[in-house]
């Protein structure tokens, strides 16, 4: 699409379409951190349940940053239901997990391959010249394994 945007239409593009699958693994993230809140059970119960819940939250910051910048380098963004799931290489989470333990191990893994995946992204937008898109990426990266912190904290 047109846009007065100043980097070149070629970086622009491999990185809108590199973000793409970091915007569907955020919305799969944040429908993740969802399920485990409605579902958890056990004594920490009220624990898990707002730390998932927060969780939900800042999966829907990471959402709009990232869908947002791949507006702002011209491209449209990808962000549907259906295109996440084509999209996502997160683990999938299981249908019936309620266990305090199988839930946080599930996010865990989520998060961590999440970061896996932000990080390699963040490194290409530095390679290309983008620090704008980078800044995002560190801003999502460094959320996102702050919470793999607490996720690994409340498993012991
Ligand atoms: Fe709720």
Redesign the pocket.
Known sequence: METRNVLPADVRRELAAALQPILAEAIDLERQA?QA??NVKGPGFYGR?KVF?ELHELAEDWIDLVAERIAQLGHLTEGTLQRAAELTRLPEFPLGLTSERDNLEQLAKALSAFTAHTREVLKKSEELGDPITADILTEVTRGAEKYLWFVEAHLG
């Open positions: 969802k809140h409605w349940h819940d």
